[in-house]
């Protein structure tokens, strides 16, 4: 073979690994990026997770509390009505 068909081969090989090192390049660079934001939004979903549970358990303490204030009336109700009646029976 001469030597210009060896030296024209030698840069497509070349130019063909330089245009696919620069593709893995790119694709090395996305997957970093893309990993990154995973990260972030990983962080940010386990923070909403954590939001969110602690505005449950807010909620289930109020509403512990309101079923035992709602229990403390109607057993002050429960003990009127009663007085009611027992003085009701004596008149």
Do not use: P
Request: hydrophobic share 45%; glycine share 4%; aromatic share 8%.
């Amino acid at each position: 073979m001469e030597s210009w068909v060896i030296t024209i081969i030698i840069f497509i090989a070349s130019s063909i690994f330089a245009i696919f090192g620069y593709f893995l390049k790119m694709i090395h660079s996305d997957v970093r990026k893309n990993t990154e934001e995973l990260g972030k939004l990983k962080g940010k979903i386990e923070l909403v997770q954590q939001e969110n549970q602690i505005k449950y358990q807010a909620l289930q303490e109020l509403t512990q509390l309101e079923i035992k204030n709602l229990a403390k009336n109607v057993s002050e109700l429960s003990d009127a009505v009663k007085l009611f009646i027992v003085n009701s029976r004596h008149d």
